[in-house]
């Protein structure tokens, strides 16, 4: 990650924390706690699914373990990626865990 890249990160995770998106752990670096309801994720980020969610009609299915890509809200609903490519659509509400990308690229289940 470059200087400028770690730069607009840092104001990035400022401004969500001057919204209230989400709290910083002690050392500056991730959300507090394991467990965190997805709208205070920040955009771009690896998550977990931790329960079952409902998903739009017609939409792919998600199951808990799932690793995906979250990139952003979109109403109550939000738009991400699984690890197939595919877009999937979890409830803004839906409970998730925030993971390394290694997780994401490997397996992408952990049950």
């Given at each position: 990650m470059t200087e400028d890249q770690k730069k607009a990160l840092e104001e990035m995770v400022r401004s969500n924390q001057e919204m209230g998106l989400y709290d910083l752990d002690k050392a500056g670096s991730k959300p507090q706690g394991g467990s965190m309801q997805l709208h205070k994720v920040p955009n771009g980020t690896y998550v977990r699914v931790l329960e079952e969610i409902k998903v739009p009609?017609?939409?792919?299915?998600?199951r808990p373990g799932d690793v995906i890509f979250f990139d952003h809200i979109d109403g109550m609903y939000s738009f991400c990626r699984n690890k197939e490519g595919q877009i999937?659509?979890?409830?803004?509400?839906?409970?998730?865990?925030?993971?390394?990308k290694g997780e994401f690229d490997g397996e992408g289940r952990t049950e």
């Open positions: 009609p017609a939409a792919p299915e998600i999937v659509h979890l409830v803004a509400w839906a409970e998730v865990e925030i993971v390394d």
